[in-house]
């Protein structure tokens, strides 16, 4: 409860991310927040949100995250998906995941807040192929983004983090 009443007060966050955040179940849970977050509006994607903004008449804003929490947390990393729209390139995986070593047990840390990790995760939605798909192949599902970030572990762990996958050029 500590991060989430700090997000609802961080200056360092206010215009990145439109309050309250949500919790899951109407608030049942802890371990399930959905947070809507605008990205730098000169980015492709940031463009492509603002062009959504006027096709929608202002319904389709900002980004819709879903952030899960493990028991173990603040000692494993929460798990990142896109639930809406659909956002492709960059660092977003087919199934919403974020390809980043951040959320990965290898490149957690129990002292990063969710305040920080937040801003983290603006800038690499702000990657400059980052864009939101005019045709969706699916929507998104938390099955398919587990499954997305499960194989970006695996190439990572063959490949190490320094070299992204092929198709992130």
């Known amino acids: ?6 997000i609802h ?5 206010r215009g990145m ?9 109407d608030g049942a849970s802890l371990f399930e ?3 809507r977050l605008c990205v730098d509006e000169e980015s492709t994607l940031g463009k492509d949100l603002a062009a959504l903004k006027a096709a ?5 804003d900002s980004i819709l995250v879903r952030i899960s929490f493990p028991e173990d947390y603040p000692f494993a990393p929460p798990f990142f998906r896109i639930a809406a729209p659909y956002v492709a390139g ?12 951040l959320l990965t047990q290898q490149g957690w840390a129990s002292s990063y807040t969710m305040e920080a990790v937040l801003m983290q995760v603006a800038s690499i939605l702000a990657h400059p192929r980052t864009h939101i798909a005019s045709k969706a192949p699916a929507k998104y599902t938390e099955e398919a983004a587990r499954k997305s ?3 970006v572990l695996m190439y990572h762990a063959q490949n190490g983090w320094g070299q ?3 198709e992130l050029g």
Request: proline share 9%; with cysteine.
């Open 164 to 166: 992204p996958p092929p």
């Open 33 to 35: 927040w959905s947070v």
């Open 1 to 6: 409860m500590k991060e989430l009443a700090r």
């Open 149 to 151: 970030h499960r194989l």
């Open 9 to 13: 007060k961080s200056e360092a966050l």
């Open 56 to 60: 929608t008449q202002g319904e389709v």
């Open 90 to 101: 960059g660092f977003v995986q087919r199934g919403g995941a974020l390809c980043t070593e």
């Open 17 to 25: 991310v439109r309050l309250p955040v949500e919790l899951a179940d």
